[in-house]
Nanobody, 125 residues
Framework: VQLQASGGGLVQAGGSLRLACAAS????????VGWFRQAPGKEREFVAA????????YYASSVKGRFTISRDNAKNMVYLQMNSLKPEDTAVYYC???????????????????WGQGTQVTVSS
């Protein structure tokens, strides 16, 4: 599956953005999908993912309550709604996918086999 993230941009603190992850050459509902981000000079970090059971979700503590991961299987899309954005949310955001039989930690980037090219999110103070 090939992934492409979009929807990034420049927003003021407290604002919102919705990122989208589109898939080609594959069906996203057949994969476990997550979002990661990487700020300049920092390691890539986990943001959100669908959990093991159905459409349950799992979030990094830094974004829980502000970000929501969702999917539209009919459109073969996964979204990340980001509210109450903070300057520390500034990063390149990536969507990633992994096999559903992979039971490794959802927050481990190394467990994901497929990555999109990333979309820049900049939050000004």
């Amino acid at each position: 599956v090939q992934l492409q993230a979009s929807g990034g941009g420049l927003v003021q603190a407290g604002g919102s953005l919705r990122l989208a992850c589109a898939a080609s050459e594959g069906t996203l509902s057949n994969y476990r999908v997550g979002w990661f981000r990487q700020a300049p000079g920092k390691e890539r970090e986990f943001v959100a993912a669908f959990s093991w059971r159905g459409e349950g979700t799992y979030y990094a503590s830094s974004v829980k309550g502000r970000f929501t991961i969702s999917r539209d299987n009919a459109k073969n899309m996964v979204y990340l709604q980001m509210n109450s954005l903070k300057p520390e949310d500034t990063a390149v955001y990536y969507c990633a996918a992994r096999s559903t039989v992979n039971l490794g930690p959802l927050s481990n980037a190394g467990e994901y086999s497929y990555w999109g090219q990333g979309t820049q999110v900049t939050v000004s103070s």
